[in-house]
């Protein structure tokens, strides 16, 4: 097992989504380190990056937002989950309802991830701003020790 960064990992919607930007503002002004796995000209060797993050970044910190249906990121959900316990890892998941209703099948796929994450103990956060604010706190504590 590798050695945890003092790092959040910013998984999840990606896209043309801008919910990382927020983020990004409320870590630097943390003074928190983070990856930001979105970059301009992705190539397959940025998965290689994004892998080594995914189990040395000491949050993860995953987020899907309602701009998609999000089936990508639902999917990665579980093996993020399973390595962050594996890890020694914090996850912390965000998952926002998609608008096209609570029957859609985007709606039905975010349920299914919900109750097995609970099932399980992860927390599912319903905004990206109350799973920000307890990472700040993590590191607050790690900070102290």
């Known amino acids: 097992m590798a050695p945890l960064q003092d790092i959040v990992g910013l998984f999840g919607t990606a896209g043309n989504s801008t919910w ?3 983020v990004m503002a409320r870590l ?11 970059v301009p000209d992705w190539t397959p060797a940025h998965a290689e990056l994004e ?10 910190l995953l987020v899907i937002t309602g701009e998609t249906e999000g089936y990508g990121s639902l999917a990665e959900t579980g093996w993020a ?12 998941l965000v998952i926002e309802d998609y608008p096209d209703g609570p029957k859609s099948t985007a709606n ?5 991830v ?10 599912v956060y319903v905004d990206v701003d ?9 590191f607050k504590t790690l900070r102290v020790s």
């Open 28 to 38: 630097d002004a943390a003074g928190i380190a983070y990856f930001n796995p979105v």
């Open 51 to 60: 892998s080594q993050h995914l189990v040395t970044d000491r949050v993860i």
């Open 114 to 123: 919900r109750a097995h994450a609970e099932k399980v103990g992860v927390t």
């Open 81 to 92: 989950a399973l390595s962050a316990a594996q890890n020694g890892q914090t996850f912390l």
């Open 108 to 112: 039905r796929a975010r349920a299914l």
């Open 20 to 22: 990382r930007d927020g």
């Open 130 to 138: 109350t799973a920000v604010t307890a990472a700040i706190e993590i």
